[in-house]
């Protein structure tokens, strides 16, 4: 239970209920359960393009063939490439950066890897785009924008996600920043 509970957000009540569950499960399941942790330990890494997790030097996004490296997604964490991968609308690579701006949470430029992305576009002229897909909070925007100070010496086109009014919602709630970003980013209609 002990060991459960250290996990974030697993209290001692759900760590007891864990435990009591892998204590029901066959011995193999258990076996393999603790390997693949311990794997998890030993083996995972991160790719050296893009800061995803990998099992090898290159995560299976950025060597798979098949995907558009000429466009690079930058992303705050992994669990954003997670959330990106199971729309199935993007075909491109990522670049994940570990985390935002915030210098009230003591995360400078230096504490990312901003650096890295400056390599990869100095690298390797095929690329000719760069999605910032952050946070529209304070943070991420103070990211997006040194992000963009820090490549546009590279010549890429720098694209962010469009902004504005999420599907279902109503006009009448909608915050006057979000409303406006709606006007300023609309699109034809297609019926």
Do not use: W
């Not at 060991?3 to 864990?18: E, M, N, Q």
């Not at 893009?50 to 995907?67: F, G, P, V, Y």
């Not at 990312?112 to 760069?130: H, M």
């Amino acid at each position: 239970m002990e060991a459960i509970s250290s996990l974030p957000g697993v209290g001692s009540r759900s760590a007891l209920r864990l435990a009591l569950h892998l204590l029901k499960q066959p011995q193999e399941n258990i076996h393999h359960f603790a390997a693949a942790i311990d794997r998890l330990a030993t083996d995972a890494r991160y790719c050296k393009n893009c800061m995803m997790l990998a099992d090898d030097e290159i995560c299976s996004i950025c060597a798979d063939k098949t995907r558009d490296h000429s466009t690079i997604c930058v992303v705050e964490s992994i669990r954003d490439v997670m959330s990106i991968e199971a729309t199935g609308q993007f075909r491109g690579t990522y670049h994940v950066l570990g985390g935002i701006i915030s210098p009230i949470g003591g995360i400078a430029p230096s504490d990312l890897k901003i650096k890295e992305l400056s390599e990869r576009l100095q690298a390797d002229p095929s690329i000719s785009e760069v999605i910032l897909a952050l946070s529209t909070d304070v943070e991420g925007e103070t990211t997006s924008f040194y992000i963009y100070r820090q490549i546009e010496k590279y010549g890429v086109k720098v694209s962010t996600l469009a902004r504005g009014l999420a599907f279902g919602d109503d006009l009448e709630y909608a915050d006057s920043l979000t409303l406006g970003k709606s006007i300023l980013n609309r699109q034809i209609f297609k019926p």
